[in-house]
């Protein structure tokens, strides 16, 4: 098919990013530290966690799985980002777009799952106490972060494919500061609305479906919390799930308002914003968040960098 008046789209132009010099060499600085600090940190917490041996339990390996996909995830947006706010042209390959929407997706559908399986884990370890030692092996463990991947990095691969059959024959320009589905989606040109929908359908099932088994887990979780006697058992429990809550807070609340929501709803400023928050603040937050209100993390990290076993 042949489309008269247009040409063939390359290259797409990251346009998020359009502030004056002074101020894109400002968040550059920002964002470099940022980006350093989420990979020092991530990269701390998987050294403190393999060679504690007091650690060697599932939620910390969990921890482990967690900390990978935030060094990838990260490696995939962030350096092209630090590269646009000092490239004038801001320019990627329209192929470097798509696999870098896919790559997000992806490393972010892994993420969901895997903290639903955290969840799932805490609500063994509080409510079947006697049971989780045999139900949560090492051998299952690894079944269970294998099985995250498999399934998150197959979880876009149907928007993908057919994102790559379809024509791009301008404008190429998308708002905002890494490449996703939906603004790429509107570059195409054809009727684009069945891939929307299919796009906004496969994106509210993995985000959905994990929300749920999350949250009837911790509701389980603060049901059995609650029946315990002893206000020291009741905060230890607490304390336990306390940071990991916290975490799937932040996650869930971002990419539902990037996800579900009607995609004509809010600003292009706005998309970019939240845009931001997910990748950028949400790994950011979570090396300080496991490493400084887990005590164990804490307690084993302050050891190491006092006696230098690094």
């Known amino acids: 098919m042949k489309f008269p ?7 797409i ?17 920002i964002l470099l530290l940022i980006y350093l600090f989420i990979i020092t940190g991530n990269i701390l917490l998987l050294f403190v966690i393999q060679k504690d041996s007091s650690l060697h ?29 000092i490239d004038a042209e801001k320019k990627m390959t329209l192929n ?23 969840s799932y884990d805490r609500y063994l370890a509080i409510c079947t106490p006697l049971y989780y030692p045999s139900i949560m092996t090492t051998r299952l463990f690894i079944k269970l972060v294998a099985g995250c ?14 994102l790559c059959l379809l024509p791009f024959c301008g404008p190429n320009t998308i708002q905002n500061v890494f490449c996703d589905f939906p ?8 009727d684009h609305a069945l891939y929307v929908l299919v796009e906004f359908v496969i994106s509210s099932l993995i985000i959905l479906l994990s929300f749920t088994c999350v949250l009837l887990s911790y509701i389980r979780i603060i049901h059995v919390v609650l029946k315990i006697q002893s206000n020291e058992g009741r905060q230890k429990a607490f304390s336990t799930c306390g940071a990991h809550l916290l975490v799937v807070t932040l996650f869930f609340g971002s ?6 929501r009607p995609k004509r709803s809010y600003s292009q400023d706005y998309d970019k914003t939240v845009g931001l928050i ?23 990290l302050h050891k190491h960098l006092q006696y230098g076993r690094f």
Do not use: D
Not at 13 to 29: A, C, D, K, M, T
Not at 57 to 85: D, G, H, R, S
Not at 149 to 162: A, K, M, R, V
Not at 280 to 295: C, D, H, Q, T
């Open 57 to 85: 339990a599932p939620m910390y390996f969990f921890i482990k799985a967690l900390c990978i996909i935030e060094i990838v995830y990260t490696a995939t947006i962030i350096p092209k980002m630090l590269a646009n706010l």
């Open 149 to 162: 991947f498999i399934t998150g990095f197959l979880s876009p691969t149907i928007e993908t494919i057919w």
């Open 13 to 29: 132009i990251l346009s998020g990013f359009s502030y004056p010099l002074y101020v894109n060499s400002l968040l550059f600085i």
């Open 5 to 11: 008046n247009y040409s063939i789209v390359h290259e």
């Open 183 to 190: 603004p790429l989606i509107a570059l195409t040109c054809t």
């Open 278 to 300: 997910y990748a950028v603040f949400i790994p950011l937050a979570n090396p300080v968040i496991y490493g400084l209100r887990n005590k164990e993390i804490k307690r084993s």
């Open 96 to 118: 470097s777009c798509i696999w870098q929407a896919y790559l997000s997706h992806a490393l972010g559908a892994s993420e969901c799952y895997l903290l639903t399986l955290m």
């Open 255 to 260: 990419i539902g308002f990037m996800y579900i």
